[in-house]
């Protein structure tokens, strides 16, 4: 078990957030669990991590606001004193989705401003407090890991927007892998594919047809947020020492090219 740890967790409160929350409580990290608007979800997480016998701060913040981000990061060190490790989970989606060739300026922004800046600049406040924490001897180590989506890669004409946001949160794994690497600060990527989520539910219908029967992945069933939850559990386990810049498919198998 992991004494002392924190990991925080953007978008802690619902979806692959929450399963990644309570796949690292089981581990013994104790979470800062992140929400933009329901709180009542966040505090399921947190009593989900007190019986674990973890401890939990639920902050409020918007992705799209940097000045709350700041906000989020100054509570955590208030209250845990250190951060060793970062999720970047939380994303959206446009709230419309629209053929490219009409794609508004308001909506681009939106996402990215949400899926990459957002996380950009997270990652930038919260490494360098590490680099300062590692430095001072507070932590040994730290650890980023992006969840970004098997878009970064696949063509969805009617959300362009949300595809570009993940493409460009794939770009920042490896430049944040590449400058952090000297510092002992891991970063990794998760594509998560289709994952049953609230998201995804208003979609069910047509993906239940396009993997049970069409077989759009080798592993026939949806993905479910515990399966992301468990690979970032193994990396915060320690299990990928010697790897930075990784990318890893919970997609079940989708990224397969096949005959």
Avoid at 170 to 180: I, Y
């Amino acid at each position: 078990m992991t004494s002392g740890k924190v990991a925080l967790v953007t978008g802690g409160s619902r979806g692959i957030g929450r399963g990644i929350c309570l796949a690292l409580a089981a581990q013994g990290w104790n979470l800062v669990v992140n929400y933009r608007k329901d709180v009542e979800a966040a505090r399921q997480v947190e009593q989900a991590a007190q019986a674990q016998g973890r401890r939990a701060l639920l902050v409020q913040a918007d992705l799209g606001d940097l000045a709350s981000l700041e906000a989020m990061v100054d509570q955590t060190l208030e209250h845990f004193k250190r951060i060793d490790m970062l999720v970047n989970n939380a994303g959206v989606g446009p709230r419309q989705r629209m053929d490219m060739l009409q794609t508004s300026v308001e909506s681009f922004d939106e996402v990215l401003g949400i899926n990459l800046r957002g996380p950009f600049f997270l990652t930038q406040r919260v490494a360098n407090e590490m680099i300062r924490l590692i430095k001072s001897g507070e932590i040994h180590d730290g650890k980023i890991i992006n969840i970004s989506s098997i878009s970064a890669y696949t063509s969805s004409t009617s959300r362009a927007e949300y595809c570009i946001s993940k493409a460009g949160l794939s770009m920042t794994t490896a430049l944040w892998a590449d400058r952090l690497a000297e510092y002992g600060i891991n970063v990794y990527e998760i594509r998560p594919g289709i994952i049953a989520t609230d998201l995804t539910s208003v979609v069910k219908e047509k993906y239940d047809r396009m993997i049970l029967e069409e077989g759009l992945t080798p592993i026939r069933r949806w993905g479910q947020p515990e399966d992301v939850g468990k690979a970032v559990a193994a990396i915060a386990a320690g299990l990928l020492p010697f790897s930075t810049g990784e990318v890893i498919n919970v997609d079940g198998g989708f990224h397969l090219h096949r005959l």
